[in-house]
């Protein structure tokens, strides 16, 4: 089959309207991106204190689970017992509590879950089900900061330089 120079010019002309038309908007200008924080970071401690105190504040006592069980830098685990029937409500009323302490509503990671940010850290906690015939069930709160990464193991820190040195 032998194609004429008027099929090669509408080929052309229709991959190229293609490619404009596709490309354009992508490439317009969306203005800044929205920072994820303004003002200083804070730390894990001062992210800890305002969620263990909002909480308390609904009636859940919290431990803090200490940071040589936790694979990851720059993370905190909350944990609870609190009675079941009103353990989702408690979480709900405690993460409303947060807001006045600065914690702003963002979208949850987990369907039906609830999420908060406030500077550098994230909280996240998911809907607390209650298990039949048990009097508590357990309440989660995970807390992120921005740029976590894994911790190393204790002894697997390289002893030498990862690459050679120049030479001088």
């Not at 309440?139 to 002894?155: F, I, R, Y």
Request: net charge negative.
């Amino acid at each position: 089959m032998r194609v004429g120079p008027a099929a090669i010019a509408v080929m052309v002309t229709v991959v190229t309207t293609t490619t404009v038309s596709g490309c354009v908007n992508p490439l317009a200008d969306l203005g800044p991106i929205e920072e994820r924080y303004s003002g200083p970071p804070i730390s894990a401690e001062t992210a800890v204190a305002d969620l263990t105190a909002a909480l308390a504040g609904a009636g859940i006592q919290v431990r803090r689970m200490p940071q040589e069980y936790i694979a990851i830098e720059c993370h905190e685990y909350l944990s609870a017992e609190h009675e079941s029937a009103t353990a989702d409500a408690a979480v709900r009323d405690a993460f409303a509590k947060a807001g006045p302490r600065g914690w702003r509503t963002v979208p949850p990671a987990i369907t039906g879950g609830q999420s908060l940010r406030k500077a550098n850290w994230t909280a996240h906690t998911g809907w607390v089900a209650p298990v039949e015939g048990e009097p508590t069930t357990s309440v989660a709160v995970s807390l992120q900061c921005d740029g976590g990464t894994s911790k190393k193991p204790p002894g697997t820190e390289p002893s030498g330089p990862a690459s050679p040195s120049p030479r001088p």
